[in-house]
């Protein structure tokens, strides 16, 4: 709910200090920034004041605002579990590509593996690697 709120707040002023379609401005739109400062105040108070004025509208307006989170909420987790379900469906297929089978079983028929031998699982033989000429040692100073 307070994001909604930020992102309105947000747009209206990115709405205001758009350039408007006229370069010359009209003399009744021009205010200067203490008129704007306690319009905004009065704004301010007036808004305060609400509640005790009315009452009712307020309660209501309290539900709404819980209403609309409880929504935004649902819609949130639904837009969650949509997602989680497109990912688990991109990772089914490669699953699905490597099939898992039992410990001593062969890939290609699923016959046990016992027909490697010693020899087929040693290690390829490797060329030593040569060791670097050794220095001699340098005399004690």
């Known amino acids: 709910m307070f ?7 947000w747009l209206t002023v990115v709405c205001v200090l758009l350039p408007s379609g006229s370069n ?3 003399p009744d ?4 920034a203490t008129q704007a400062a306690s319009l905004a105040t009065a704004a301010v108070s007036d808004v305060r004041g609400f509640c005790g004025r009315q009452p009712d509208a307020c309660e209501v307006g309290g539900k709404v605002a819980v209403a609309i989170g409880h ?4 819609g949130a987790r639904t837009l969650i579990e949509f997602i989680s379900a497109k990912v688990n469906d991109k990772s089914a297929p490669a699953e ?3 099939p898992k089978f039992a410990p001593g079983q062969n890939v290609q028929y699923g016959a ?8 087929d699982m040693a ?6 690697v040569p060791l670097p000429p050794r220095r001699e040692a340098r005399p004690a100073a």
Do not use: V
């Not at 929504?71 to 649902?74: I, L, Q, S």
């Not at 290690?123 to 030593?128: I, R």
């Open 24 to 26: 010359t401005p009209s």
């Open 96 to 98: 699905k590509a490597s």
């Open 71 to 74: 929504k935004a909420e649902a």
């Open 123 to 128: 290690p390829t033989w490797h060329a030593p």
């Open 112 to 119: 046990p593996n016992g027909t490697l031998t010693q020899g």
């Open 29 to 32: 739109a021009q205010i200067d």
């Open 3 to 9: 994001f909604l709120l930020r992102m309105a707040f």
